[in-house]
């Protein structure tokens, strides 16, 4: 991080996320209102992807490998993608909500997502199915992260807590 270099392309937006592979070089980026953008140099290039839409997008999350990912509007669905985002699936379960946050294991089979007055609902199959963890209470859910196998998570309320997961979400006391 010491030195940065400004990309012109994909231009002047309002970003709202961007996600990586953990070797950097496959990226992808959401914007508020607009499309979701990705890159396979490291940012040098770009390619606007207009499937599936401009909208709302609020989070966006990768698997190592950058070929899985997914991405939550506001309000709207969650999307998927296997191919690095040159082909994207709506996902209608677990339903239209106001998502807020998206994380994703190393290999993007299991996903957690959150979002306003919502549980967190997670996926164990790339976000074909997913289930609501109602342990974790309805809450205003501002950021969810995974571990690399995601078996453990951490999602922070705002205001409020950061809660982690264990066999339930439990309130952090520090």
């Not at 914007?31 to 966006?60: C, F, K, M, Q, V």
């Not at 549980?119 to 859910?141: E, H």
């Not at 409020?160 to 979400?169: A, E, N």
């Amino acid at each position: 991080g010491a030195n940065w270099t400004e990309r012109t392309a994909p231009g002047s937006r309002s970003w709202t996320a961007i996600t990586s592979s953990s070797d950097g070089t496959k990226l992808a980026a959401a914007a508020l209102p607009g499309y979701i953008y990705t890159s396979t140099d490291s940012g040098a290039n770009w390619t606007e992807r207009t499937a599936p839409g401009s909208r709302s997008w609020t989070a966006i999350t990768s698997s190592s490998d950058g070929t899985k990912l997914a991405a939550a509007a506001l309000p709207g669905y969650i999307y998927t993608s296997t191919d690095s985002g040159a082909n994207w699936t709506e996902r209608t379960a677990p339903g239209s909500r106001s998502w807020t946050a998206i994380s994703s294991s190393s290999d993007g089979a299991k996903l957690a997502a959150a979002g306003t007055n919502t549980y967190i609902y997670t996926s164990t199959d790339s976000g074909v199915n997913w289930t609501a963890q109602t342990a974790s209470g309805s809450r205003d859910w501002n950021a969810i992260t995974s571990s690399s196998d995601g078996t453990k998570l951490t999602a922070a309320v705002n205001p409020g807590y950061i809660y982690k997961s264990g066999r339930t979400l439990t309130r952090s006391s520090n």
